[in-house]
């Protein structure tokens, strides 16, 4: 029986820092690393990897159905005949183990041995979908996620206000981690709105002198308004000097005057990318990540260029394996080539939506986030949006909900052009309505979920 590793010794910290360093030396090192040894990384921790999920049944079956196998990775392009997944088969693997599927590289009895965590996505509808994290997968992710804040703008030393909610999710306590263990920042553990309310938070960031929020940009910009109501100026009381929020980028960028960069990540890998100050796409942590961008349907591999369902596979972990998790997320990989902030790191384009929320209607491929997009730039139309997908006399119709501060009696002018934008931009005929700010948060659960709804499939 092996013995107790208490975290000191379950973790080889040196060996940590030098395969993934953390911020602020990320940026004079692996961020600055040239193509060729990007490359030679990434093959060399891509086999470690195959290695490990060759011995977790989901992927072992799964291989051997291929007729794939580890020593058939001679070069990154061999990824490609992997088989890739998605939820609906982690779904199917708890289903027929429950409760922790056979997809996990690691056991609740190797906590016996060393320090371990679990965390679950869903849970609102359907099963919850749990990781097991091994202490390296936490501090690992816990730099990924230090050099995508720090890259934001906060810095050793802060003061942050984390209002992400404490709960089952990941989420709270990855930002927590990396708060505290990787960028020295002193947390404000306030929890969400319903934990703290929003005229406290307010409070204790001004008292405390914060220098980020962390939370939805919805919840963020509910928080300004909050402070102008308690007759404080946002930018001048609040002084925040990052904004790691993500949301309506121009509007959090006014309300508070601070930079705001676009990022990317999910629960079970922590941070897979991030904007630069450049601005044009975000550069993957490739010492942590090889990302395809793949057909929704098929799973192939797209061309650079072309949009399509994000591909995940971590080389960072010693726990659960995520070997190409087609996530369903759109985006689009830029080609290769040197950035003029001098990363030759592959950039991604930010989340474009959704790729399982596709609706087809009349024959053109639509996606909500793109439609409230659309509609929520139209003149007197508020930032809040919400889609309905519904099925009349056979035929597939769709519904974009907005909000005005108009007066009520001008709602239906306002859906009108709403409905001819919408129109233009796409080419089929869209339906659309306007109703008073605030009257879609029971639809979009804002104010109570982490995440906010923005799409109901009602065919
Ligand atoms: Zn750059």
Redesign the pocket.
Known sequence: MTAQRRPHEAVDYDQLVARLPPPPEYLTTAYLADPDTIAATQLARLRERAEAASRVPFFRERWAAAGVDPGGLRSLDDLRHFPAYTVDDIRRSIEANPPYGDYQGVSVADAATEPMRVYMSGGTTGTSRPTLYTAWDREAGAILTARALYMQGIRPGDVVVNAWAYSTHNGAHAMDEALYRWLNCVVLSTGTGNVTPSRKQVELAVQYGASAILTTGDYLLHLADTARAMGLDPQTDLRLTALPNIGDKQRLHDTFGVPVYDSYGFHEVQWVAI????G??L?IFEDAFVVQIVDIETGEPLADGEQGAVCITEIYKTGSPQFRYNIMDLSTLHPPGQ?????W?R?MAPFAGRGDNMVKLRGVNLWPEALGEIATAVDEVGDDWFVVASRADGRDEITVHVVSHADPTRFDEIADRVAARLHEATGVRIGASVVAPGALDHLTGFGTAAKLVRFRDDR
Do not use: I, N
Request: charged share 20%.
């Open positions: 904007e630069c100050p450049v044009d796409g550069h950035c003029a902030c001098g990363s790191l950039k």
